[in-house]
């Protein structure tokens, strides 16, 4: 073969096609379960990874190619299937088309046989490299890494494969978000280190100079997190902690976690599934993350209860269903951090929080112009903070219909919509129709339109905020019974 042909078929075997734009393609698969084996080589900071990935078409189309990405600097080996043939493969360093600052490798397996709706497709792969992080990207958490004081193996960094294209509007579409999986990792790690999980410990197999920790999944996952350091375990009945503070702190958490657990489920009842809940300190500004059974937690937030309680509310958080979520739990999360401080242990805590967050809200108001002009029930498209917006918006909902009323909803929405999800328009027709009190101007004003954000300007304090919703909703409420 003349040479130029041989350079000319490695440039095309090692490009991805162009033939079609990722915004117009519709994501057919998603994972159904996780088999990897990790090696961990935490002096030459680099990984290598090998094992199954199992697939299953949720479209009503068969699927010809899979779509994987991995972190940038992480390079697939080999791809074989399950009579252990070669899978041919391209892979390619790619922006996403729509967030051109994010860079993956991006990896298209091409299928002989194309896999049919709902049938399954198992594939094992090989692959190695090293995590750098994300923080030019804007996600200044993401600081991945493979470094002596700790390492972690996580979806943020895409340090395992993700069924995805490049392009986060398609995968929005097809609701990525809502697919659970099962997983079986094994992770080897030098003696000394100590591997953390919120799955089921199954195994801890000690050899000469390196530990291998195998953890599979309690309750169907969304998200695998694996942080490595040097750790202490401690356990309180269902609840764990891996920690290097002291233990005295670390048991004063422990016990403040259980008790968290216990007052949530009196306000909104048990949660469906409890199968323990551990909580994984992380380095400070790696940010936190809820998974069904664990929380990754930074280690201020290991100091700080406020965050123990944001991220415990979450359990009673259902799936979203929205394309483009306003993230309004983040909101309830971070009203609920500040009333569980308020009666457990700050009185005045509340009130002192809700000043603060209304003048950040004004402030973020007046300096930018998209906050004056957006509903909240678009902020989800506008990429705009859920959570400050929204802390107003939970404190104004639970002082109208009053401490009784708004747990039952709560609750009651959480039981209701556990197996399903819903969207946020769901839930906002929920609380009216489960209220005993008239919302409809509230929710005008606080979800389908920003005349809020005048509302903020017009009132000095919370106080006088929240009693013109109150003068207003008790007068609209008695101009429908005098219509009726």
Same mark, same amino acid.
């Given at each position: 073969?003349p040479?130029i042909?041989?350079? /000319?078929f ?6 991805v ?11 057919q698969?998603?994972?159904?379960k996780?088999q /990897? ?29 899979i779509?994987?990405?991995v ?5 697939? =080996? ?22 051109p ?13 194309a896999?049919? +709706? $709902? ?11 090293? /995590?750098?992080g @994300? ?10 890494t ?7 193996i ?6 395992y494969p ?30 000394? @280190?100590?591997?953390?999980?919120g ?6 197999n ?6 291998? @920790?195998?953890? =599979? ?44 657990f ?7 009842? +048990? ?14 500004n ?30 009673w ?9 306003p ?6 999360a ?6 569980? /401080?308020?009666?457990?242990d700050?009185?005045?805590h509340?009130s002192?929080?809700t000043?603060?967050t209304? $003048?950040?809200?004004?402030d =973020?108001?007046?300096h ?14 506008e ?8 802390m107003?918006?939970?404190h ?10 708004? $747990? ?9 919509? @556990?197996? =399903? ?11 009216k ?9 509230f929710?005008?004003e ?5 005349v ?6 017009e ?26």
């Open positions: 073969m040479k042909f041989i350079v /000319l490695a440039f095309f075997a090692n490009c096609s162009a033939e079609k734009a990722f915004s117009k393609r519709t994501l698969l998603a994972a159904k996780y /990897l084996n990790y090696d961990i080589d935490i002096k030459q900071r680099n990984l290598s990874a090998s094992g199954k990935i199992t697939v299953i078409n949720t479209s009503q189309n068969s699927a010809d190619h779509p994987l990405r972190y940038r600097l992480l390079q697939v =080996t080999s791809v074989t299937n399950s009579e252990g043939l070669s899978i041919p493969f391209t892979q390619q360093v790619l922006s996403n088309e729509d967030w600052v994010l860079q993956t490798n991006y990896v298209e397996l091409k299928l002989d046989k896999i049919k +709706p $709902n049938e399954i497709f198992t594939f094992e792969i090989k692959y190695k490299g090293t /995590l750098l @994300y923080t030019e990207t804007g996600m200044n958490y993401v600081k991945d493979i470094s002596e004081n700790f390492s972690i996580r979806m943020d960094a895409f340090a993700l069924v995805t294209y490049p392009n986060d509007l398609v995968n929005r579409k097809a609701k990525f978000w809502l697919n659970r999986y099962d997983y079986d990792i094994t992770i080897t790690v030098p003696n000394e @280190y100590v591997v953390a999980n799955g089921q410990l199954m195994s801890r000690e050899h000469a100079t390196k530990h291998t @920790y195998r953890y =599979t999944n309690k309750l169907p996952a969304w998200r695998m997190d694996f942080a490595i350091a040097r750790y202490a375990y401690y356990v309180k009945g269902k609840y764990s902690i891996f920690s290097w503070e002291s233990s005295q702190n670390s048991q004063a958490l422990l016990e403040k976690i259980a008790n968290t216990d007052l949530y489920a009196k306000w909104f009842g +048990p949660l469906e599934q409890e199968l323990g809940y551990t909580f994984i300190e992380v380095p400070e790696y940010g936190a993350q809820a998974d069904v059974t664990s929380v990754i937690q930074d280690a201020k937030g290991f100091k700080e209860l406020d965050r123990v309680y944001h991220e415990i509310s979450h359990q958080n259902v799936k979203s269903l929205d394309v483009h979520s993230r309004w739990n983040e909101g309830l971070t009203f609920l951090e500040a009333l569980t /401080l308020n009666k457990l700050s009185p005045g509340l002192q929080q000043a603060k209304l $003048n950040k809200v004004k =973020t108001i007046k930018n112009q998209q906050y004056d002009q957006t509903a909240f029930i678009e902020y989800g498209k990429g705009l903070n859920s959570y400050t917006v929204g107003i918006f939970f104004l909902l639970y002082d109208l219909v009053g401490e009784n009323e708004f $747990n039952h909803i709560i609750g009651s929405f959480y039981r209701t919509f @556990y197996a =399903t999800g819903s969207t946020t328009e769901q839930f906002i027709q929920f609380v129709r489960n209220s005993r009190k008239d919302l409809a101007h929710f005008d606080w979800a389908y339109s920003p809020f954000a005048k509302r903020l300007n009132f000095e304090s919370y106080k006088e905020l929240y009693q013109f919703y109150k003068v207003n909703n008790q007068t609209q409420s008695a101009s429908i019974v005098k219509l009726k």
